[in-house]
C-alpha cells in the first residue's frame, strides 16, 4: 500500500521540478491505487483506480483548456525573435511600399504594416517575414 503513496510522492517532487500538469495527475492515479491497496482491492482494482484517476484527470483538464497547446507566432513574439521592438532609419518609401534600410550591418528589404503611415524617419520592427522587416513609425513619444 504505501508504495502507491511513495510514488505519488516522488511523482509530486517531479511536478515541481518540471511544472507540467501530466505528473500531476500521474500522482492523482497512484494516490487512487494507494487508496484502493488501502481499501483491500486487490493488484487488478488498484492499476485499474490508478489508470482511470489520471485518465479522468486528463480529460478534464483538456476540456477546460489548460492543456491545450498554444502556439507561438516566432515573426511577431519577442521574446523569440530579439529583432522585434527595434528601430531602423527609413530613409523613403517607394511606389510599392517597401524600402531598403541597414539594420545589423546589412542593407534589408522593409514593409510598411498594415494601417501604418507611410512616412521617413524612424520605424520600429513588428514582424519579421523571412528576409523582410515588417515596420512600423515610431511614434515620438517612446524610447529609442
Partial sequence: MWYWFGLAALALIGEVATGTFYLLLVALGLTA????????????????????????????????????KREVDAARNADVNLDIGQTVQVEGWSDAGTARVHYRGAHWQAELAPGAARRPGLHVITELQGARLIVAPRDEGTAP
Avoid at 486487490?42 to 492543456?67: D, N
Fill in 33 to 68: 491505487g494507494g487508496v484502493a491497496a488501502w481499501l483491500q482491492a486487490g493488484i487488478a482494482l488498484e492499476l485499474v483506480a490508478c489508470g482511470a484517476v489520471a485518465l479522468a484527470g486528463l480529460a478534464v483538464l483538456r476540456a477546460a483548456g489548460v492543456l491545450k
